[in-house]
């Protein structure tokens, strides 16, 4: 009996230990399941390529759109397809932080690149024809970086084989377009390419505009209520492809086509909304980083922003306390070469002071907050004309009214009650109008100053003479 007893108990055991294992065992495929990112049928693309002075701009660009796609919980994949050359780190910060499918490929060749009217900045645009190699989605929606998405367009995944904006009367947008991925069509393209097809701008743009040459003769796109999708090629509502100088002329969104759900910014490279010099030169610059800083932010540029700044304000201090003189330099009244030193000094206290508004401008990383890029650059002209001022015993004020008409015109330009944009730009060029006398007596009253202070010796005591008192560096 003691025998059955322990055998029974020992089969108990066993048969417990199993069921736990075997719980254990669903609860960790079902957790796994779980924490598998869900597959869509659609996708949102873009691309990402490295060979340009801007990578990194673009690529924070990215990020940000993406992660505007995801705040706005739209039910489709974001996939980016990146070259191989794309730095890894940044791979898996698009991975691991933004959520995104990345898609590594190879540059396609560009046989346009010989071309006259050639630009290289698109060299390797035509990666984009990997969009219609996504097989793996129904529909995919291809877009640029400089996109900003201020409402969700998952409608769009019902559209047909091909849609786009018309931004140009004649010329659609390949800013943003819908495509149903093929293989077929993908293989077509790339022999295309092989065989030369024509392009008149050597770039993306180009190369699907004369792909899909009768897309103006098409209907325009109009979701289905039951989201059935469609089938053919149709024109997208400008609200799709909202460009921002609409914008500038009213200062207010008057698009009457279709949902005013993106703005797109296909202007000058250099005035793109994520640099910080754009705004308020371009008043939706601020719009776009607000979306950066309610998703990325700006950590990546804090370190940066807080060592300029300390060496700008030890800068201040060591001027304000040392107020450091040019070495005295002796001379014979015979000596014919003091004029040529007179002079040089002329342009070193011109380039100093040029310098002072320039350099500040290039150590500013270029994808901060304007907000907190403007102050910076404000602190760092300051710094640098301080010692221009205390170096060559110049007045302060003529030397910074360039700096308090840049501080001006900012105030001008974000002025936010405007009516429109044609009387905000008559207010900026009016500020001008009468900004520049001010700065062309600042500037003759600062050659004068300094002109007076080499003939007064301050710079030059004559062999045998004493020097002035080491107090007088203030002339007016």
Same mark, same amino acid.
Request: charge should be positive; proline fraction near 7%; charged fraction near 15%.
């Given at each position: 009996?003691?025998?059955?007893?322990?055998?029974?108990?020992?089969?108990?055991? !066993?048969?417990?230990?199993?069921?736990?294992?075997?719980?254990?065992?669903?609860?960790?495929?079902?957790?796994? @399941? @779980?924490? @598998?990112? @869900?597959?869509?049928?659609?996708?949102?693309?873009?691309?990402?390529?490295?060979?340009?002075?801007?990578?990194?701009?673009?690529?924070?660009?990215?990020?940000?759109?993406?992660?505007?796609? &995801?705040?706005?919980? &739209?039910?489709?994949?974001?996939?980016?397809?990146?070259?191989?050359?794309?730095?890894?780190?940044? *791979?898996?910060?698009?991975?691991?932080? $933004?959520?995104?499918?990345?898609?590594?490929?190879?540059?396609?060749?560009?046989?346009?690149?010989? /071309?006259?009217?050639?630009?290289?900045?698109?060299? +390797?645009?035509?990666?984009?024809?990997?969009?219609?190699?996504? &097989?793996? %989605? $129904?529909?995919?929606?291809?877009?640029?970086?400089?996109?900003?998405f201020l409402e969700k367009t998952d409608e769009l995944f019902q559209c047909g084989q091909f849609c786009a904006v018309f931004i140009n009367p004649c010329i659609f947008h390949t800013g943003l377009f819908v495509l149903q991925p093929s293989e077929t069509v993908f293989k077509d393209m790339i022999h295309e390419l092989e065989t030369g097809r024509e392009n008149p701008d050597g770039a993306d743009q180009g190369f699907i505009a004369s792909y899909f040459p009768d897309l103006l003769d098409k209907p325009m796109f109009h979701p289905s209520l039951n989201g059935t999708k469609l089938d053919g090629h149709y024109r997208l509502p400008l609200g799709y492809q909202m460009d921002a100088s609409y914008y500038y002329?009213?200062?207010?969104?008057?698009?009457?086509?279709?949902?005013?759900? *993106?703005?797109?910014?296909?202007?000058?490279?250099?005035?793109?909304?994520?640099?910080?010099?754009?705004?308020?030169?371009?008043?939706?610059?601020?719009?776009?980083?607000?979306?950066? +800083? /309610?998703?990325?932010?700006?950590?990546?540029?804090?370190?940066?922003?807080?060592?300029?700044?300390?060496?700008?304000?030890?800068?201040?201090?060591?001027?304000?306390?040392?107020?450091?003189?040019?070495?005295?330099?002796?001379?014979?009244?015979?000596?014919?070469?003091?004029?040529?030193? /007179?002079?040089?000094?002329?342009?070193?206290?011109? !380039?100093?002071?040029?310098?002072? %508004?320039?350099?500040?401008?290039?150590?500013?990383?270029?994808?901060?907050?304007?907000?907190?890029?403007?102050?910076?650059?404000?602190?760092?002209?300051?710094?640098?004309?301080?010692?221009?001022?205390?170096?060559?015993?110049?007045?302060?004020?003529?030397?910074?009214?360039?700096?308090?008409?840049?501080?001006?015109?900012?105030? *001008?330009?974000?002025?936010?009650?405007?009516?429109?944009?044609?009387?905000?730009?008559?207010?900026?060029?009016?500020?001008?109008?009468?900004?520049?006398?001010?700065?062309?007596?600042?500037?003759?009253?600062?050659?004068?100053?300094?002109? *007076?202070?080499?003939?007064?010796?301050?710079?030059?005591?004559?062999?045998?003479?004493?020097?002035?008192?080491?107090?007088?560096?203030?002339?007016?």
């Amino acid at each position: 009996m003691a025998y059955r007893e322990k055998l029974k108990n020992a089969s108990g055991f !066993w048969l417990l230990r199993v069921l736990f294992l075997f719980y254990a065992f669903v609860a960790a495929t079902t957790t796994a @399941q @779980q924490r @598998q990112p @869900q597959r869509h049928k659609n996708a949102y693309a873009t691309m990402m390529y490295m060979g340009t002075p801007r990578d990194y701009e673009f690529y924070v660009a990215t990020r940000v759109m993406i992660r505007s796609l &995801v705040r706005l919980h &739209v039910d489709a994949d974001v996939v980016v397809i990146a070259s191989l050359d794309v730095p890894l780190r940044w *791979v898996q910060a698009l991975e691991q932080e $933004d959520g995104a499918k990345v898609v590594r490929v190879e540059n396609l060749n560009n046989p346009y690149k010989d /071309q006259a009217n050639f630009d290289r900045r698109f060299k +390797l645009t035509l990666n984009k024809l990997y969009a219609w190699n996504l &097989v793996d %989605y $129904d529909r995919v929606v291809m877009l640029d970086s400089d996109n900003l998405f201020l409402e969700k367009t998952d409608e769009l995944f019902q559209c047909g084989q091909f849609c786009a904006v018309f931004i140009n009367p004649c010329i659609f947008h390949t800013g943003l377009f819908v495509l149903q991925p093929s293989e077929t069509v993908f293989k077509d393209m790339i022999h295309e390419l092989e065989t030369g097809r024509e392009n008149p701008d050597g770039a993306d743009q180009g190369f699907i505009a004369s792909y899909f040459p009768d897309l103006l003769d098409k209907p325009m796109f109009h979701p289905s209520l039951n989201g059935t999708k469609l089938d053919g090629h149709y024109r997208l509502p400008l609200g799709y492809q909202m460009d921002a100088s609409y914008y500038y002329l009213r200062l207010r969104w008057s698009v009457p086509c279709g949902p005013n759900s *993106v703005i797109t910014f296909p202007g000058a490279p250099w005035l793109k909304p994520w640099y910080w010099w754009s705004w308020p030169v371009l008043p939706l610059g601020i719009e776009w980083h607000k979306h950066r +800083l /309610q998703t990325l932010g700006y950590s990546a540029e804090m370190t940066m922003v807080i060592i300029q700044a300390v060496i700008y304000l030890g800068m201040i201090a060591v001027t304000r306390l040392a107020k450091p003189n040019m070495p005295k330099l002796c001379y014979r009244r015979s000596d014919k070469s003091i004029s040529i030193i /007179q002079t040089g000094l002329k342009l070193v206290a011109v !380039w100093s002071i040029l310098a002072s %508004y320039i350099m500040p401008f290039f150590l500013v990383p270029s994808t901060l907050h304007p907000l907190l890029a403007w102050p910076l650059y404000f602190l760092g002209s300051f710094a640098l004309s301080t010692i221009a001022i205390n170096s060559f015993f110049l007045p302060i004020l003529p030397v910074l009214a360039p700096w308090l008409m840049i501080f001006g015109s900012l105030l *001008v330009m974000a002025y936010p009650w405007y009516s429109n944009g044609v009387v905000r730009a008559l207010a900026v060029f009016f500020y001008a109008f009468c900004s520049a006398p001010i700065v062309w007596v600042s500037l003759t009253k600062v050659m004068s100053c300094l002109q *007076v202070s080499l003939e007064r010796e301050i710079f030059f005591p004559r062999l045998g003479e004493s020097s002035p008192p080491s107090g007088f560096n203030k002339l007016y």
